[in-house]
């Protein structure tokens, strides 16, 4: 084959690719069911796989390990809720309060945490999450704690003449959260093509080499840190209106270490792997529970034996085939 | 006040004291190998739960010495079979697996051994208190002090007098120079991960004491354990033993002023000494970056 | 073929994925051709975590009912099918989505759970959404049947309002005036020493401290020196679970118990086995306690038909609850004859539980007003012999009636909604 044509080829499998994935996306409330499946299930993959995608973000493209993001992935749900119950019964503008608390938050802290890296980094990460995971259970006047943040509900979108109920409709409120995903999807994919993305991937590559080629290292670590924190609080505002519920869990580190796995498990270095590795945790981890009361071992062998073994992902390995 | 105070004081050393004693147990571990142990608290579970399973054989006392021993030869059999294979590769990959296996730890306790806690009591002769005025501290927590100073001690010979403490420290610095020398670095990790694992083994026995046994008991004494290494330095096991005691006091003395934030406070300690001097009290710079 | 390890063959995974899907495709199909649907009963409740072991018990109590019923026609001549899900011990997000799976998925007629009280409201909005009939056995933060009451939820466990009213009146005629609190910082705490303080402002006592405990802490010896150096007659301690076992290990420990009393409200059986025996001290009520009259009706054989099931173990109040809860629900049903919520929910409020499903002295019934159940508080003293027998680990002295130490329904906040 000439090159051009295993070019053209390539393309042309990434795109058969592409539809596939979408396909599956839009058709789920109906070929989920067939398998034991349910919408709120298929709600909370997608939800949950936003937020690997952008730890991934981090992590698979920026070669930079944060062991606490569900700090931000919280904020962006508690900032999602209290704005629902204290400021106004709207949707839309709970996301937006949501992704902009954690977004801003992320982005200042990140200031004093890009200066670290590698081991300590990620202990620094752990440690920050913590803090924050602290603070919503002692203020409980304004986080109520560990009951958690109740009290509020998803609003139906107003459109003037026609609403969608979002509370009642699982299926409405799935192809919500798949609008919001494929937008956040997109703007991520984006990124990641533009030169700052590529940079980005140099980095993860070779820092040393980078700098040496001039590049600003902590500015732009710090740029990718507090672009992730947005999506992660995006997800995480989504993730209250999916449960109309924040409550502590969401801002602790064993979360973190969920999207970080569902994102290694899925195969980091690939855009799609962390929602394929949020698909095979969810499910299995749902499976899994239901069936036997130690599904906890379960899931612990599974992670040893993904980093010990398969340590490129689902998406890495069959990569791998395509190309041996 | 004064009075009230300087009771809070020592016993926030008491505390601190066992803080540390985890604290050197991950240090250790982090600063020859890189790995972050997120299993330090399941091995503490572990430790603890094999003393109650021993003790009616050999005694409180027997289950001290034996029971942390145990934990360690799981600690390498740990270390041989998993985690040895990551070591080359990015510390994601280690911080991982032990994620893991906390989870496989923490549900196999509860699977032998119960959900239900276990009552586990001290012998007779350490269950009273110095005196009337110094309730707070018994006999127990006494020993528990002496115990921690009587390892750490005994580590510290350890590391700058004996050959393989020589080893540990040069290898913390400089492994591949270490290696070049011709010392074997597979077997010094093994045992470097053993003897971290000792100590977590140790403070199941003595928590055990203190708190009996439960099998999430490891979860609330993993998060102290990293800051007192953040605090203290890390790359400094001194730097840890006295970021240990520092957070164990100042844990102690919120409870005087500002009861509910007195676990809080230990991560605002860790923020301020991120922002004042990031290496930590001790800490060198450019250790681990 | 030799495969190299790590590779796996996509076309198994495909035929893996083919049998899976036609596996729950015809499973249904085998039911429908026995000839009668089941009744399902959904369970969300913890099953790791911390509270576990209040969970596994709960759910003893749960199958032992529903094997009773089983084995007599089970419900309206309908077979009970019983559905448990690991609701975990924190995660709110995981035990909406389990009760979620439960109703939408599994289409069940009835919503148990949760030992949490945050997650049995969270559950509580859903099966509310949802429309389906909700018990919740063992959460005791008192919005469940308060403020956040509905029309669908009822609760079998005592509100802390209710503890509170039962063993305050006690203590202060028995040790003294002057009290001093040891709290766990969360809702269930702050409700538990208002209702403690009130009782206290209301019989002319004083409060000489509250110290407010993180959850979770292991060490108290701190607030021990504060309670110690302001001298009060009672050290009221209501921290739960591990902390209790802790608190009072320490309070042993330091021999505190020898110079003031200590007392608290609620005590578990689970707590009290973890604790050695020098710190099973002070009084304390219990929800429902195993030790009474000979001739109890159904109590020799509950006790009996639990002890086979859980390798000798005595039922704890958490057995209880489980228990209760599917019998409450089986005899609910009966009453109004259909399955359908709204008319098991009308026929459960008011609802008089007979002799051998309360066992205990005094009227037990679910109170119409705010679906609390009205059951006895067991007020009595820990004791550290064991009074000749290991598993006799309390000693009741009294027995209050739920409805007298209830407060009434005007006082809880709940505002019922009934529905169209």
Same mark, same amino acid.
């Given at each position: ?36 499946? +349910? ?38 749900? +508690? ?62 006047? #304004? ?22 109920? !979002? ?108 929602? #394929? ?43 791998? =085939?395509?190309?041996? | ?19 540390? #004693? ?18 330090? &608290? ?44 990551? +070591? ?28 239900? %806690? ?22 127990? =927590? ?109 844990? %102690? ?37 | ?47 790791? &975590? ?8 709960? &759910? ?13 026609? &089970? ?17 709110? %997000? ?97 409700? #538990? ?159 008089? !539980? ?38 006799? !680990? ?27």
């Amino acid at each position: 084959m000439t090159a051009k044509a295993q070019g053209l080829a390539q393309q042309g499998r990434h795109l058969a690719m592409l539809a596939v994935i979408w396909a599956a996306l839009v058709f789920a409330p109906y070929w989920m069911p067939l398998f034991g499946g +349910y919408t709120a299930l298929g709600t909370r993959v997608l939800v949950l796989g936003l937020a690997a995608m952008s730890v991934n973000f981090l992590l698979g493209f920026t070669g930079v390990l944060s062991f606490g993001h569900a700090a931000w992935f919280g904020l962006g749900a +508690y900032g999602a809720g209290l704005c629902l119950k204290w400021v106004a019964l709207s949707t839309p503008l709970a996301l937006l309060a949501g992704t902009v608390l954690g977004g801003v938050a992320g982005a200042i802290l990140g200031v004093l945490l890009v200066r670290r890296r590698g081991v300590y980094f990620a202990m620094v990460t752990i440690a920050f999450g913590q803090v924050f995971y602290y603070i919503a259970f002692q203020w409980s006047s #304004l986080t109520g704690g560990d009951d958690g943040l109740r009290g509020f509900e998803r609003q139906p979108l107003d459109f003037g003449p026609f609403k969608i109920d !979002l509370l009642h409709n699982d299926v409405y409120f799935y192809y919500f959260v798949l609008v919001c995903f494929a937008a956040a999807a997109a703007v991520m994919a984006f990124v990641l093509r533009s030169p700052f993305g590529h940079t980005m991937i140099a980095i993860r590559e070779n820092e040393r080499r980078a700098r040496f080629l001039g590049i600003p290292i902590e500015l732009h670590i710090w740029i990718a840190f507090a672009l992730s924190c947005f999506f992660m609080a995006f997800a995480g505002a989504l993730y209250a209106l999916l449960n109309n519920f924040a409550d502590p869990r969401v801002l602790h580190y064993s979360l973190s270490g969920d999207f970080v796995i569902m994102a290694v498990m899925g195969g980091m270095r690939r855009f799609w792997g962390p929602l #394929l590795g949020a698909v095979i945790f969810v499910v299995l981890q749902d499976y899994i529970s239901s069936v036997t009361v130690n599904w906890m071992s379960f899931i612990g062998a599974l992670i040893v034996l993904i980093v010990l073994f398969f340590p490129r992902g689902v998406l890495g390995l069959l990569g791998q =085939r395509r190309t041996a | 006040m004064l009075e009230l105070t300087f009771f809070n004081v020592t016993n926030g050393l008491i505390i601190g004291a066992f803080y540390a #004693l985890m604290a050197i147990g991950l240090s250790l571990i982090l600063n020859l190998s890189g790995v972050i142990n997120f299993a330090h &608290g399941g091995f503490l579970v572990i430790g603890g739960y094999l003393a109650y399973t021993l003790r009616p054989y050999i005694g409180f006392w027997g289950a001290l010495i034996v029971a942390p021993f145990l934990t360690a030869i799981i600690g390498i059999a740990v270390e041989r079979l998993l985690i040895r294979r990551l +070591y080359g590769r990015d510390p994601l990959y280690s911080l991982l697996l032990t994620f893991g296996l906390a989870f496989i730890i923490e549900d196999g306790t509860r699977q032998f051994w119960g959900a239900n %806690g276990l009552p586990f009591s001290v012998p007779e002769g350490l269950t009273s208190a110095l005196s009337s005025k110094f309730f707070f501290i018994t006999g127990y =927590r006494m020993f528990m002090v002496a115990m921690v100073a009587i390892v750490v001690g005994l580590l510290f010979v350890l590391l700058r007098y004996t050959r393989i403490g020589v080893r540990i420290r040069a290898g913390t610095l400089d492994l591949e120079t270490v290696s070049a020398l011709g010392v074997n670095v597979r077997a010094l990790r093994s045992l470097n991960f053993a003897v971290g694992i000792f100590l977590a083994g140790l403070a199941g026995v003595l928590a055990a004491g203190q708190i009996g046994l439960e099998p999430t008991m490891g979860d609330s004494l993993l998060m102290p354990s990293f800051i007192a290494i953040i605090v203290g330095g890390v790359g400094s096991l001194t730097g840890t033993l006295f970021g240990g005691l520092l957070i164990g006091v100042a844990s %102690g003395l919120t409870a005087v002023i500002f009861p509910s934030a007195s676990e809080a406070v230990i991560y605002v300690m860790m923020a301020i000494v991120l922002l004042v001097r990031p290496r930590g009290l001790l800490g060198e710079e450019g250790m681990l970056t | 073929m030799n495969k190299p390890l790590g590779t796996f063959d996509r076309r198994t995974l495909v035929k893996a994925g083919a049998a899976i899907g036609l596996s729950q495709l015809s499973a249904p199909f085998i039911i429908a051709a026995r000839g009668d649907t089941p009744l399902k009963i959904g369970v969300d409740n913890p099953l790791t &975590g911390t509270y576990a072991a209040p969970g596994k018990n709960e &759910g003893v109590g749960i199958q032992l009912a529903v094997d009773q019923l089983n084995g007599k026609n &089970g419900i309206l001549g309908r077979r009970i099918e019983l559905l448990t899900e690991d609701s975990t011990s924190g995660d709110a %997000g995981a035990a909406v989505q389990k009760a979620r799976k439960l109703i939408e998925r599994d289409n069940v007629d009835f919503l148990v759970g949760n030992v949490n009280s945050a997650l049995a409201q969270a559950m509580a909005q859903v099966s509310n959404e949802k429309g389906v009939l909700h018990v919740v056995p063992g959460g005791h933060t008192d919005g469940i049947t308060g403020t956040n009451c509905k029309w669908n939820v009822f609760r079998v466990c005592t509100t802390t309002r209710m503890e509170a009213n039962s063993i305050c009146p006690l203590l202060f005629n028995t040790y003294g005036k002057k009290w001093h609190f040891i709290t766990p910082d969360y809702a269930f705490g702050h409700t #538990l020493y208002d209702g403690c303080e009130a009782n206290l402002k209301k019989l002319g006592g004083t409060v000489t401290g509250n110290e407010l405990t993180p959850l979770g802490i292991t060490d108290f010896s701190a607030y021990l020196i504060k309670a110690r150096a302001a001298n009060p007659d009672v050290l009221v301690v209501l921290v739960q679970g591990n902390d209790m076992v802790n608190c009072l290990k320490q309070i042993a420990q330091f021999g505190i118990e020898k110079q003031l009393h200590v007392a608290g409200t609620q005590q578990e059986l689970e707590a009290v086995e973890a604790m050695p025996p020098e710190a099973r001290v002070g009084i304390w009520m219990f929800e429902w306690y195993w030790k009474q009259a000979a001739g109890t009706p159904g109590l020799e054989a509950f006790i009996g038909e639990v002890r086979k099931r859980t390798d000798g173990k005595v039922p704890t109040a958490r057995t209880w609850f489980g228990y209760v809860t599917i019998h409450a629900y089986a005899l609910a049903c009966e009453k109004a004859k259909t399955v359908e919520a709204k008319a098991v929910a009308k026929a459960l409020g008011d609802m008089e !539980l007979p002799p051998e499903v309360k066992m205990q002295p005094n009227k037990v019934y679910f109170r119409g007003g705010d679906h609390q159940l009205m059951l006895s508080a067991f007020v009595g003293e820990l004791s550290q012999k064991g009074d000749g027998d290991p598993e006799n !680990l309390f000693k009741v002295n009294h027995i209050v009636a739920g409805d007298t130490d209830a407060p009434p329904v005007s006082e809880t906040g709940c505002a019922m909604q009934m529905p169209a």
